[in-house]
């Protein structure tokens, strides 16, 4: 007698749907683990199928962040709800100054969410962890009513570990320091909502949707005095520079003939009426160190394929007001507020 | 960008500075009301202020439409969306708008009202096509500007035949409003403040063209420039207005020529008049009744305005007590005489009309111009 095959019938990817079933614990749920999770996730950690990923750590300090994303559409000009849910969580274990290690995903499906798009995600997913060299290493599937989530929502989590010597935290700003950007704003929003269905105009800009951990492993070895690193992604450039002065308790200035943006993404923005300096990224992170420091990372970060824009774009001054202000292009300043209310909802 | 950055040079607007420190009587006041939010937003986001001379004064005016719709239009709106269960499409702006009971269209959305952000009149003719089993209501607001689309979208679903598309209509005109300012026993009779001239919105008169600011010109003797909304028009119309101060002439002068013609837009005033017709008065948040300074659509569209197609009463609803935006508004008062502004008041949670839309003054003055104040202050101490 030959073996029986475990699912003689293999998960339809071509034309069907995620039910209550796949949820449910029952065969069908171990299926769409095997043939759809762990075929593309594929290590050998996960191949271990337990609970929980057990696993070596060396020593000194940790880090863990989570992500959750629930971004719309799904599928986008650079990018697509699964490689962002990789490179979301790897920035923000990154942005400790950390080599990140392992990710988690859990996943919430919407009963009727097609098997084929549901497979094209967690390709992209196995492609962005693989490219990057971070391996999800466990997981969770849970399926809910129709009408009770948007298709899918998928929750990450890293960990990683810092390096000896690296100290980097929001509060660590000081008067004097020097702000930096890898590269161009507001790629990311203006790509998403270029292709939301009430709003479609033609663009070429795609998603900055990147991991940035490798870029700040050239900038930590460098210099491991880098102050703070953050990714300005919802809210963008300002929102992140608002978070950071405030936590810190200082001001910045800005020089906005400095800021790079893409014309493409500073004329959609103009004819939406949006603020470049608003708008999401997925793939920029904001670096605050010593004055001394800053040309030898521009340096670094320039080397790097994901900061061949980069710029020294402000300094860290005194304020008890912690206002962020911009000098502007024409030759005026004005501040540069946090976000009020949301300039376009679910953008990752 | 081409056609943009060229409006926003930095070397033209250091020579247009030069030029207005030249030509201003350093003994005299030069008090310059925007009446447009557009103007409001450039003059902060690119730092106009600080290229001027200390005697030129920005008075920011009343034309944002978010700010100056009375809360009883919003309450409206919500009970079109509560009890009749309409779809109710509305620009973004409004969302945040105070309405009475602490409610908003945010908050009725978040308790699952069909409300729906849209971005042009076409999207909501397009939602009405979608949904033929639900009535659609498109919430119109706007100065003359963005009252022609709103007169093509009720064309549109005449011609289709749309049977689930109408219209509440609070379209509001100019003049109107700024002949209304000027009448106020506050600018009259107290004659604490006085505004001197008048940047005339340009988008606005791309459709009404300059003439209808001639009469008013003459009659309260006030300068009006037609101004462009980047920063170099807006500089560029101050030196016009400074220069008619000095001559004292009190005419209407149009900065933005490379758009707006005396006559205006034809084509557009006919299709608006077509559909619509002035209303007896409308109430302005600020303002109160302002006569015949809003449009209703004709009872020959009937079926497209939401105001007669729903039985729904329109309620008098009063403001925040102690919001100054009333006199804000009118520029008697400047956004940071207001008790509550910065203190209750604030973007995240807005009291008041003028913290809502980015337009608003209150709101301009918080994002891009409350810095100012702390260093005010400390020059004032020393």
Known sequence: ?348 | MKYVEEFRCHDLAQQLASAISREINPDRQYRLMEFCGGHTHAIFRYGVQDLMPANVTFVHGPGCPVCVLPTGRIDYAIQLVQEQEVILCTYGDLLRVPASGRKSLLKVKAEGADVRMVYSTQDALRIARENPQREVVFFAIGFETTTPPTAVAIKQAQGEGLKNFSVFCNHVLTPAAIQNILESPELREMGSVSIDGFFGPSHVSSIIGSQPYEFFAEEFQKPVVIAGFEPLDVMQSALMLIRQLNEGRHEVENEYTRVVTREGNRKAQTLVAEVMELRRDFEWRGLGRVPYSGLRIKPSFAEFDAEQRFDVPLVQASDIKGCECPRILRGVKKPTDCKLFGVICTPENPMGSCMVSSEGACAAYWSYGRFRKPAEQQESVA
């Open chain 1, 1 to 348: 007698m030959t073996n029986l095959k475990r699912f003689p019938m293999r998960l339809n990817t071509r034309d069907g749907a995620v039910d209550m079933t796949h949820g449910s614990g029952g065969r069908a749920m171990a299926q769409l683990i095997e043939e759809l999770f762990v075929k593309h996730f594929d290590n050998e950690l996960l191949r271990q199928a337990n609970d929980q990923a057990a696993f070596d750590v060396s020593a000194g300090r940790m880090v863990m962040s989570t992500d959750g994303h629930v971004i719309s559409p799904l599928f986008f000009p650079g990018g697509d709800i699964g490689s962002l849910s990789v490179h979301g969580t790897i920035n923000d274990v990154a942005m400790s100054g950390a080599k990140p290690l392992y990710l988690s995903a859990g996943f919430i499906l919407e009963e009727g969410i097609a098997l084929a798009d549901l497979e094209k995600i967690v390709i992209s997913m196995g492609r962005a962890a693989g490219a990057a060299g971070v391996p999800i290493v466990t997981g969770d599937t849970k399926v809910v009513e129709k009408g009770k989530a948007d298709k899918v929502f998928i929750t990450t989590t890293g960990v990683g570990v810092v390096p000896e010597g690296v100290n980097i935290s929001g509060n660590r700003a000081q008067a004097g320091d020097a702000i930096l950007v890898n590269g161009s704003i507001g790629d990311h929003g203006v790509a998403i909502m270029s292709s939301r269905e009430n709003l479609q105009f033609e663009t070429t800009i795609e998603s900055d949707s990147a991991a940035l951990h490798t870029l700040v492993a050239d900038m930590v070895a460098v210099a491991s005095g880098i102050h703070c690193l953050r990714d300005p992604t919802r809210g963008g450039l300002a929102t992140t520079l608002n978070e950071l002065a405030q936590q810190s308790q200082v001001g910045m200035k800005l020089s906005e003939t400095s800021i790079p943006i893409k014309p493409a993404v500073a004329a959609a923005c103009e004819l939406l009426g949006l603020d470049p300096l608003y708008v999401a990224n997925e793939g920029k992170l904001i670096c605050i160190c010593a004055q001394q420091d800053a040309q030898g990372l521009l340096e670094v970060m320039q080397a790097h394929p994901l900061g061949r824009e980069a710029a020294i774009i402000g300094e860290v001054v005194e304020d008890q007001n912690a206002f962020v202000q911009m000098q502007t292009r024409f030759g005026g300043s004005r501040v540069v507020d946090w976000l009020a209310g949301e300039q376009l909802p679910r953008i990752c």
